[in-house]
């Protein structure tokens, strides 16, 4: 079954500790990208990633860091997790359409990140 | 900084009705656009991409883009509870070996038996 998925999809951890949210696909997509959902602001973009050892801000990325590896994975990685990064994250992947752009997003699970 | 822009609603609706769903983006290049469906707790999913200016149909669904007046809208026919959930508009623009894709706040959707 193609499907994003997403480890762990509930954490609940203290401020100052290095946590690591893990983001895997199985449809060979080039494109990858961590999105962060918050109540009344919406899904805004954190980082994303054209392809292995390619990645790029998003519109949010302060406090998080990425890797592309592998195809396959993009973990998302907090270093100091701080109580405003208590969200709903999540992991999505597309393949090019065209020449330039990405087409259909495929969204993992989600992630629900408490940070006391 | 490249916006989207929704009325966050609740919509309302009959069962049966028309809903109509609109959407705004600042960015003249945006090249792509997207609607997705999100019930509550859920990730969000796609319904719809349009890239040219007019109307798109796929079954009750239909998407229109107006890159003149840069509005995006979706028309969801004959409404069922079923359809009750969050909507996002979303508008990508790419260049340069980069890619972007931002969201709108969501507008929800209440369809009433």
């Known amino acids: 079954e193609a499907q994003v998925t997403q480890n762990p999809r509930y954490l609940i951890t203290v401020t100052g500790k290095k946590l690591t949210v893990t983001c895997s696909q199985n449809m060979n997509h080039e494109y990858m990208s961590w999105y962060r959902q918050d109540p009344g602001l919406g899904l805004r973009q954190i980082y994303y990633?054209?392809?292995?050892?390619?990645?790029d801000k998003g519109d949010v990325p302060e406090g998080y860091k990425v890797s592309r590896k592998e195809k396959r994975n993009f973990p998302l990685i907090l270093e100091s997790p701080s109580p405003n990064q208590t969200s709903l994250y999540f992991c999505?992947?597309?393949?090019?359409?065209?020449?330039?752009?990405?087409?259909?997003?495929?969204f993992g699970p989600g992630t629900r990140l408490t940070v006391l | 900084q490249k916006e989207v822009e929704q009325n966050s609603g609740p919509l309302s609706v009959p069962e049966g009705a028309i809903a109509s769903l609109n959407c705004t983006y600042s960015?003249?290049?945006?090249?792509?656009f997207f609607w997705y469906r999100q019930y509550s707790g859920k990730s969000p999913e796609l319904i719809m991409f349009i890239y040219s200016n007019g109307d798109k149909e796929d079954g009750r669904f239909t998407a229109q883009l107006n890159k003149a007046s840069q509005y995006v809208s979706l028309l969801i026919r004959d409404s069922q509870p079923s359809d009750s959930a969050t909507y996002l508009c979303a508008a990508s623009y790419s260049g340069a070996g980069s890619y972007q894709l931002t969201f709108g706040k969501g507008t929800k959707l209440s369809v009433i038996p």
């Open positions: 999505a992947s597309s393949s090019p359409a065209g020449l330039d752009f990405p087409d259909t997003q495929y």
């Open positions: 990633s054209m392809n292995v050892e390619v990645t």
């Open positions: 960015d003249r290049g945006s090249q792509s």
